[in-house]
């Protein structure tokens, strides 16, 4: 019985020293969504790093480099600066990864939030 409730405890130790392990979300996703101005149409290029997420979010608005991106387990986050009719608009990421999809609510520059799938690019 002593046996049995350490080798127990030994397996739990061990599963909780495992550090979650972030998804890989590297390559290109894309999202068409309705926004107040209208449907946008995005291309996400993400690169993965153990933690730290970069890349490039392009609209028809233009190409933005990826900012502050992190995935940590099946979360994302990132910051997109976007110039739209000549403004700066900070828009900022937050989503959760499930299969070949992320689900995102983005924040545009506190005016207004949107929730988009972005679905990876079959290579």
Do not use: C
């Amino acid at each position: 019985m002593k046996l049995r409730t350490v080798v127990a405890l030994a397996v739990l130790l061990g599963a909780l020293a495992v550090p979650a392990l972030a998804a890989d979300i590297s390559g290109q996703w894309t999202a068409t969504f309705n926004t107040q101005v209208g449907e946008q149409h995005y291309v996400f290029t993400f690169k993965v790093d153990g933690e730290k997420l970069t890349g490039t979010a392009k609209s028809d608005n233009g190409t933005s480099e990826i900012q502050d991106g992190t995935v940590k387990g099946d979360d994302v986050s990132f910051v997109e600066n976007l110039n739209y009719q000549g403004q700066e608009l900070k828009i900022a990421y937050t989503g959760k990864v499930s299969g070949d999809e992320i689900k995102f609510t983005r924040d545009v520059a506190g005016f207004a939030k949107e929730d988009l799938v972005a679905k990876r690019v079959k290579q």
